[in-house]
């Protein structure tokens, strides 16, 4: 049997479990993902630094892990919370159970609380700070290093989480199921900010024909617009974007060329917030695989993959921004373009992993972008 854990909350709140994964403990922001699938995906996001993740879906660790459905380099998020771990997994895929990934990646879980329990609590009172341990903590110790725990609002990840140094990426997606992908007519030289980036992102680009060139955050433009790049993408990313004083200004820089520019979750609010728009904290955020959101010019509904916990104020959108999409859920702003130029952003993830496709599109339209600039 499994050491005994405890998650506590920073309102007193308190859950017994078991432990799963590294003897330990871990703060973060507490939220909750609603995917059935795709919790390797999920661990490894960049997105999820300094978060503790809780899984609605019941029964976690079914297919075990394997070598390629990571979005990182390693785990991210600061631990994990979920109700039922089963005693074996089963994919043809796997090279190893989840509980020894966790272990290797010295990550706290915790498994056996009433997940239904702790998603109502989050949607009640908001994401809040919590503590994972397994190391014989007393519950008063644990909701004080809950409360301790650093509010991600005014909190700049992407320094943390970024490259240090200018890479080519060249990996393509599996095509399990050979569906095919529309390449560019050429190939496009695409400079990728990378601001907490996932693999699945670059992959999709890659897919399309593009030579990706993968940069630090706070490159310079001059050694940006050096590489002679046909398009900018900006990536995703863990954080409150408004502290990223530096990567606002690289995109007012940026602007001036009239390349196409394309942005994802926390690119998008970058670019939002470099052309006057602003951001605000969410109660709980937008975090799961089964989020349907409307293009607004045609009425189209599209279920889309979800992680971010602040959001751009659609009041604040200046003039030579046109919404494009908005969420069916709490009607936010999903999406914008340029009136005049070629930029434009999505809030969710159309890259999934995990998640529905429906949405890739956004990558061919960036690459019809590429091809008319």
Not at 18 to 23: E, M, N
Not at 78 to 91: A, R
Not at 119 to 127: C, L, N, P, Q, S
Not at 199 to 220: E, F, H, T, W, Y
């Amino acid at each position: 049997m499994n050491k005994s854990a405890i998650l506590a909350l920073s309102d007193g709140s308190i859950f017994y479990g078991q432990s799963l994964g590294y003897i330990g403990s871990a703060v973060g922001e507490v939220v909750f993902n609603t995917s059935l699938t795709g919790y390797q995906e999920i661990l490894t996001d960049p997105s999820y630094l300094k978060q503790l993740v809780t899984l609605t879906y019941p029964h976690i660790g079914n297919t075990g892990v394997n070598s390629y459905d990571t979005e990182s380099s390693e785990i991210r998020s600061s631990g994990l919370i979920i109700k039922d771990y089963p005693s074996t997994y089963s994919s043809w895929r796997a090279n190893d159970s989840l509980e020894d990934y966790l272990k290797k990646n010295r990550t706290v879980a915790i498994s056996n609380i009433d997940t239904r329990r702790l998603t109502r609590i989050i949607r009640d009172k908001g994401a809040m700070g919590g503590c994972i341990s397994s190391s014989d903590l007393s519950e008063e110790d644990a909701i004080r290093m809950a409360k301790e725990s650093p509010s991600l609002n005014g909190l700049d990840l992407v320094s943390e989480i970024s490259t240090k140094e200018k890479y080519c990426w060249t990996e393509k997606s599996l095509d399990l199921v050979k569906t095919g992908i529309k390449k560019g007519s050429k190939n496009y030289k695409v400079v990728a900010l990378d601001y907490g980036v996932k693999k699945n992102i670059l992959r999709l680009l890659v897919d399309r024909g593009c030579q990706v060139l993968v940069m630090p955050a706070k490159s310079d433009v001059t050694e940006i617009m050096a590489q002679k790049p046909d398009g900018i993408f900006f990536s995703n990313g863990p954080g409150d974007p408004e502290p990223c004083g530096y990567a606002i200004q690289l995109i007012k820089e940026l602007e001036k060329f009239q390349l196409p520019m394309f942005g994802i979750c926390l690119g998008y609010q970058l670019m939002a917030l470099a052309f006057g728009a602003s951001t605000f904290k969410m109660k709980f955020g937008h975090h799961g695989a089964n989020h349907p959101v409307t293009e607004i010019s045609s009425g189209k509904v599209f279920i889309t993959s979800q992680n971010h916990g602040f959001a751009v104020d659609e009041s604040s959108l200046p003039t030579c921004l046109e919404p494009t999409y908005r969420s069916n859920f709490d009607g936010t702003l999903q999406g914008f373009r340029h009136r005049q130029h070629p930029f434009f952003g999505f809030q969710g993830h159309p890259e999934a992993s995990p998640g529905p496709q429906d949405i890739s599109v956004m990558f061919d339209e960036f690459i019809e972008e590429l091809a008319t600039k």
